[in-house]
């Protein structure tokens, strides 16, 4: 049976661009919109259905756009709201939606109502942030400290006030309670979405209910009151899609975002995959060993929990975590069979994948030996703590190395040839060297190049039912080298089977996954039997539809 009456983005593969680090067209040494524009027909060849578009809004960029001084209009830097235009319309004939990141728990200090609420309490933008007079003892309200460094309360002399600011003091979070602030955002969206946007990815979504008095911050009180009423006034009877970023979900808490009958998201970006594998004192900056079973465990719970309700979105890589074939595979040897394998154990899950830019070519982290070579301020903040700690500058540079968000955030690896083929001029970050051998060029030229697979699992889901709305079962949990699963959809069947090691093994295959059928895509070798007792090769992934 066909199911056509699903959602556009259920069938498609979504991508994530970063712009400043994707194509820069004019030689300034950051990416820009025209750039993007100039890279549409690789996108649609890659057989993608929509675009994230990392923040272009007009940004002082201290996190790189996350920091918006004007949501209504573009970063000189990215091009003008007529490329914006121009991009989206470009988008749209090959069959592409730009879908919008929306930053609305903070603006940056330099948006214009931050200047006019720091310069009095009367003026209404005053009451679009969060102000609360000292602590008894005259400092601040309470000791809370920002996600970047250094504490979350900032004085302004002019108001007598401390303002909150959960991520920098240049990052002043907006507040949520006063309906005013919340009617500006829902026109603003409404402003976006009549220019013909495909929807939008959501900033640290679970951070908007918050209430700082009691100090609940993720998930608060006020969460799934104001969701709602922003979907009512700006999302409902469009057809886009929306999608929540949120460090705290849990599968207990994802229904209440993106359940049928919530009337909020379509889905939510969740980390719990990803945090499965943080320290618990250090966290990112000191991970554990890779431990499949974990990982899988986090994984199938997901699924579990969003089987009829809900949807789930895939993904190992965006712009603040590290190179996904360095962390989950092997960057090395075995880096392009590594890399295809977990883009077909990731995009035949149930639910919708998404591509970080680069990840389609195998990118893997880079080595930075000097702190003047990152750009991130995260590193920034965590470098005053680890020195006031009295950490060795070798152990900063190790951690910053393995999950810095600058691994991600070089440029673009589009050539071999000087700065990667990202720019002309110098740029804003340096390219990874390795981008002599890993380039899209070279990749796209070799017929098993690691792009090859992401073609063809794009198209497989845009063909096949089963893989966007199959049942979805796990298989041998507890196998700590082998991830596997099925997928059944009114009588056809598949079965896709990996093994996450670097060694050849055999896998006694359960007596379920026996069986004939034809490969769908494999990354070591077409298929078309699964045999009771299964040799596979380091890194070998496949799909197979039973007969
Ligand atoms: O990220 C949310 C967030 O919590 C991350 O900053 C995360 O804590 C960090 O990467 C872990 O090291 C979003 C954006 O994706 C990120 O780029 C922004 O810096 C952040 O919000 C603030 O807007």
């Not at 091009?79 to 940056?108: Q, Y």
């Not at 895939?314 to 595979?329: K, T």
Request: with cysteine; proline share 6%; aromatic share 12%.
């Amino acid at each position: 049976m066909q199911r056509d009456d699903l959602p556009w983005w259920k069938k498609a593969t979504g991508y994530q661009v970063y712009p400043r680090s994707f194509c820069d067209s004019d030689g300034d040494g950051i990416g820009d919109i025209p750039g993007i524009i100039s890279k549409l027909d690789y996108l649609a060849e890659l057989g993608i259905g929509f675009i994230w578009l990392s923040p272009v809004y007009r940004s002082p960029m201290r996190d790189n756009g996350y920091d918006i001084a004007d949501y209504r209009d573009i970063a000189p830097e990215f091009g003008t709201l007529d490329d914006f235009d121009r991009l989206v319309t470009e988008a749209r004939t090959r069959d592409i939606g730009i879908v919008m990141d929306l930053v609305v728990n903070h603006t940056s200090n330099e948006h214009d109502w931050f200047k006019k609420a720091c310069a009095s309490r009367e003026a209404p933008e005053h009451a679009f942030y969060i102000w609360r007079d000292p602590g008894p003892d005259g400092g601040p309200p309470n000791d809370r400290t920002a996600i970047f460094g250094g504490p979350a309360w900032h004085w302004v002399e002019a108001v007598g006030q401390y303002y909150f600011a959960y991520f920098s003091a240049h990052q002043p979070d907006l507040d949520w309670q006063n309906p005013d602030l919340r009617a500006e955002i829902y026109d603003m969206m409404n402003w976006w979405l009549d220019r013909g946007i495909a929807g939008f990815r959501m900033d640290v979504v679970s951070l908007l209910g918050k209430d700082v008095d009691t100090d609940r911050l993720e998930e608060g009180p006020y969460l799934h009151e104001y969701l709602q009423e922003m979907h009512r006034q700006t999302l409902a009877g469009r057809d886009v899609v929306s999608v929540g970023e949120s460090w705290a979900v849990t599968p207990r808490t994802a229904p209440l975002y993106c359940g049928r009958d919530r009337g909020e998201l379509d889905m939510v970006f969740q980390f719990n995959h990803v945090g499965q594998g943080w320290d618990e004192t250090f966290g990112k900056w000191k991970p554990k060993p890779f431990d499949l079973v974990r990982f899988k465990r986090v994984l199938f719970d997901w699924q579990r929990a969003l089987t009829d309700d809900g949807w789930n979105s895939l993904f190992l890589s965006n712009h603040d975590l590290p190179r996904q074939v360095s962390v989950y595979g092997d960057d090395g040897r075995w880096r392009v069979r590594s890399a295809k394998m977990l883009a077909i154990v990731m995009h035949l899950m149930k639910g919708t994948p998404f591509v970080y830019q680069g990840e389609e070519i195998g990118m893997t982290n880079v080595v930075f030996e000097r702190l003047d070579q990152f750009r991130d301020l995260e590193i920034e903040g965590r470098y005053a703590e680890m020195m006031a700690q009295g950490l060795a500058m070798e152990d900063f540079l190790a951690g910053a190395n393995l999950s810095g968000r600058d691994n991600a955030r070089v440029p673009m690896q589009w050539t071999g040839g000087p700065q990667a083929g990202f720019t002309t001029g110098t740029p804003w970050i340096e390219v990874n060297p390795n981008h002599a051998e890993i380039n899209v060029a070279a990749d796209r030229a070799d017929p098993d190049g690691v792009s090859a697979t992401y073609r063809t699992l794009a198209g497989l889901r845009r063909r096949m039912p089963v893989i966007v709305q199959g049942h979805f079962a796990p298989v041998t949990e507890d196998d700590p080298r082998v991830f596997a699963y099925t997928r059944e959809l009114d009588g056809e069947r598949l079965a896709v089977i990996a093994n996450f090691s670097a060694e050849a093994i055999v896998f006694q295959t359960p007596d379920e996954l026996v069986g004939e059928g034809e490969c769908l895509v494999a990354n070591a070798g077409q298929r078309t039997a699964i045999e009771a007792r299964l040799e596979l090769a380091p890194y070998e992934a496949f799909a197979l539809r039973y007969r």
